[in-house]
């Protein structure tokens, strides 16, 4: 499709939009661009204030799933939040319990490394909303430890901190301390 009749397109799209009056005042909604996305939002702004997203991420339910809670038995639902679909209890905000959907198929931790920071999990591989892979503390939510690079067990020659990284460099790869204030590269003795 080329650039004038894609402009042509999206234009008409915004003037159909356009004509919308504002629930609130009676004033035109407009098409507006925030970090968040597009939205809509009032012309008389700033003395009218309404503004409607023209996304749908804010954790509305999909799907009911018929299994219940772990947590308190209601029944858990299919989500679509702000970095894509989750499984939800149905009593949220009184109930908390979240959980992903890429689950691993087993119990077992997918790494052997232990979370540096709680000492109680396992460092376990997941995708972030763009397809990106990074490892995460499997004892998340309590516990919010990430590394972008594969975790590999030892300890920092300079800090001493807990887990290396696999870093690869264009020399080859190599082991880097994970914590972010040290990134000390390490020597091939270890």
């Known amino acids: 499709m080329s650039k004038k009749a894609d402009d042509k397109l999206f234009s008409a799209h915004e003037h159909a939009l356009d004509n919308e009056p504002c ?8 098409l507006r661009h925030g970090k968040h996305g597009p939205f809509l939002g009032c012309t008389q702004y700033p003395s009218c204030q309404y503004i409607k997203p023209l996304h749908q991420n804010d954790g509305h339910i999909v ?3 018929g ?15 702000r970095y894509g679909m989750f499984v939800g209890c149905s009593d949220f ?9 890429d689950q691993p198929d087993n119990d077992e931790p997918q ?6 920071e709680c000492a109680k999990g396992h460092l376990i591989e997941r995708k972030n909303r763009f397809g990106k892979l990074f490892y995460a503390c499997d004892n998340f939510p309590k516990c919010k ?7 590999l067990v030892g300890k920092c020659e300079v800090c001493g901190f807990p887990l290396l990284v696999e870093k690869k460099l264009a020399s080859g790869t190599k ?9 000390h590269v390490q020597s091939e003795q270890q």
Request: proline letters at 14%.
């Open 23 to 30: 629930p609130e005042c009676g004033g035109q909604l407009q």
């Open 63 to 65: 799907k009911e799933l």
């Open 67 to 81: 299994v219940p809670c772990p947590d308190c038995g209601n029944e858990l639902v299919l989500r679509q939040g």
């Open 93 to 101: 905000p009184n109930c908390h319990h979240i959980e992903s959907i």
């Open 111 to 116: 790494t052997d490394v232990p979370c540096p």
């Open 145 to 151: 430890f990430a590394v972008n690079q594969p975790p």
């Open 175 to 183: 082991r880097q301390c994970a914590d972010r204030k040290c990134h």
